[in-house]
């Protein structure tokens, strides 16, 4: 699934105008260079301004919020040695240094690695990787 990632990644790093994400141009994006990788097909980037950028993407199977499903979504962020803040129903994961490495809300995640990319993808929405 880090492959997927990292193409997505390529891919807007390769671009030689700033990518404004708009509807129509994730969906553009999406039809013409589909990132595709077991379940994953990152599509979004979301540029930070004090973190890394992230590569993200939608997903059919919904988190669930409730106690359980914050649990999970604590213990994930703990085993990283992350820092969990969330607004509403929306997560944010931090590093030690206040940076912002990733985001899960109820059917959208991004991360600024690949690796955390699967991890959350799988850990927590439970997608599969083409090697599975």
């Known amino acids: 699934m880090s ?3 990292k193409e997505a990644k390529k891919f807007v790093d390769g671009l030689d105008y700033p990518l404004i994400i708009r509807k129509t141009e994730i969906e553009r994006v999406a039809k013409e260079k589909p990132f ?3 379940d994953f097909t990152p599509i979004y980037f979301s540029p930070n301004n004090d ?3 992230g590569i ?3 997903v059919e199977k919904s988190l669930v919020f409730d106690r ?3 649990k999970k979504i604590l213990s994930f962020a703990k085993e990283r040695n992350l820092t969990l803040k969330n607004l509403g129903e929306r997560f944010y994961f931090y590093t030690s ?3 912002m490495v990733g985001c899960v809300t109820a ?3 991004i991360a ?3 690796d955390l990319f699967e991890e959350i993808g799988t850990k927590l929405y439970g997608l599969r990787t083409d090697t599975e």
């Open 56 to 58: 993200g993407m939608r």
């Open 36 to 38: 595709k990788q077991g």
């Open 97 to 99: 240094n206040n940076a």
């Open 3 to 5: 492959l997927a990632w």
């Open 112 to 114: 600024s690695d690949p």
């Open 51 to 53: 973190s890394p950028d």
């Open 68 to 70: 359980e499903g914050y």
């Open 107 to 109: 059917n959208l995640f």
